[in-house]
T-cell receptor, first 115, second 111 residues
Framework: EPEVTQTPSHQVTQMGQEVILRCVPI?????FYWYRQILGQKVEFLVS????????KSEIFDDQFSVERPDGSNFTLKIRSTKLEDSAMYFC?????????????FGEGSRLTVL | KQEVTQIPAALSVPEGENLVLNCSFT??????LQWFRQDPGKGLTSLLL?????REQTSGRLNASLDKSSGRSTLYIAASQPGDSATYLC??????????FGTGTRLTIIP
């Protein structure tokens, strides 16, 4: 069964360093998302991406964050200068094939620890 | 502001019992509602999606309902098993291209 894959599963970084989290969405999906979950808190929306541009972003998604679809398969989230409060589980999701049900499929997540 | 609430935060049930998990939302103009399962330290597994035009969806032992007028959804699990132990999350799509999640209900099935 098709699935969303994310790498790395866990990354530890020093405050101020750049981090890139990678995702391979389900191949025929058209909409791509990043969400995050701080330990013990709700899953929060960060950004949605469609037709090679950001379609919606939350107030969390400030200038330190960026997304890119560098080729036909990968979808990346970059954090330019990490802060302690960026420590969280980051989830990639995709949705929307020819028959668009709106159902989102999530990856296993990338755990980011900022020291 | 659109909010999604799940009560209780935790629930323990003996194996074999049927159970209901609750989800409430503040905006009746919901586009669809999705139920997920999350195992500790893992990703989100989609269980059921209910479109706004539907009242319920079924998959195996799971049945989810949606009542837009009252702002409620329920997830019914029949004949619970220890493998059903997990956190169950509901999330609403209010037509703004993002899901708004509840805090989840941590379910423990006691063998």
């Amino acid at each position: 069964e098709p699935e969303v894959t994310q790498t790395p599963s866990h990354q530890v970084t020093q405050m101020g360093q750049e981090v890139i989290l990678r995702c391979v969405p389900i191949s025929n999906h058209l909409y791509f998302y990043w969400y995050r979950q701080i330990l013990g808190q709700k899953v929060e929306f960060l950004v949605s991406f469609y037709n090679n541009e950001i379609s919606e972003k939350s107030e969390i998604f400030d200038d330190q964050f960026s997304v890119e679809r560098p080729d036909g398969s990968n979808f990346t989230l970059k954090i330019r200068s990490t802060k302690l409060e960026d420590s969280a589980m980051y989830f990639c999701a995709s949705s929307g094939s020819i028959v668009n049900t709106g159902e989102l499929f999530f990856g296993e997540g990338s755990r980011l620890t900022v020291l | 502001k659109q909010e999604v609430t799940q009560i209780p935060a935790a629930l323990s049930v003996p194996e074999g019992e049927n159970l209901v998990l609750n989800c409430s939302f503040t905006d009746s103009a919901i586009y669809n509602l999705q139920w997920f399962r999350q195992d500790p330290g893992k990703g989100l597994t989609s269980l059921l999606l209910i479109q706004s035009s539907q009242r319920e969806q079924t998959s195996g032992r799971l049945n989810a309902s949606l009542d837009k007028s009252s702002g409620r959804s329920t997830l019914y699990i029949a004949a619970s098993q220890p493998g059903d132990s997990a956190t169950y999350l509901c999330a609403g799509d209010f037509g703004n291209e993002k899901l708004t999640f509840g805090t989840g209900t941590r379910l423990t099935i006691i063998p």
